[in-house]
C-alpha cells in the first residue's frame, strides 16, 4: 500500500514504516502529525485517485529528527581579469520523518 501525499507544497510517494526527509518545519521530536493532502492512494491494486484530493484520506507521520542539515554546496562566483572572487556556501534544513500509517 502506497500513497502520494502533498508535504510543504510538494509530492511524496510514501509507504509504511518508510524514513523520508522533507523541508524543514517546526515541529517536536516525536510528536505525531497528520497530512490531509492525499491525492493518490494504491491499496493492494486497488486505486483511488482523488479530484484533486481524496476526502477522508490521511496519512499519519511522526519525527525522527527535526534539523538535519544537508550537504554543503558551495557556489563560486568571478570575473575574469578583474580580481573579483566570490565563494558563497549554502547548507539546506531538513527534518526526517517516519510514515506511521495511511488512512483512507
Known amino acids: 500500500m502506497y500513497a502520494i501525499v502533498e508535504i510543504q507544497g510538494q509530492q511524496f510517494k510514501v509507504e509504511k514504516d518508510q524514513k523520508l526527509y522533507v523541508n524543514h518545519f ?30 477522508g484520506a490521511k496519512v499519519e507521520v511522526s519525527i525522527l529528527r527535526s534539523l538535519v542539515k544537508g550537504d554543503k554546496i ?31
Open 26 to 55: 517546526e515541529a517536536k521530536e516525536g510528536v505525531p502529525i497528520i497530512f490531509n493532502k492525499v491525492l493518490l492512494v494504491d491499496n493492494d491494486g486497488f486505486i483511488t485517485i482523488g479530484n484533486p484530493l481524496i476526502k
Open 74 to 104: 558551495l557556489v563560486f562566483h568571478k570575473k575574469r581579469r578583474k580580481g573579483y572572487r566570490k565563494l558563497n556556501g549554502h547548507r539546506q534544513q531538513f527534518s526526517q520523518i517516519l510514515i506511521r500509517n495511511i488512512l483512507i
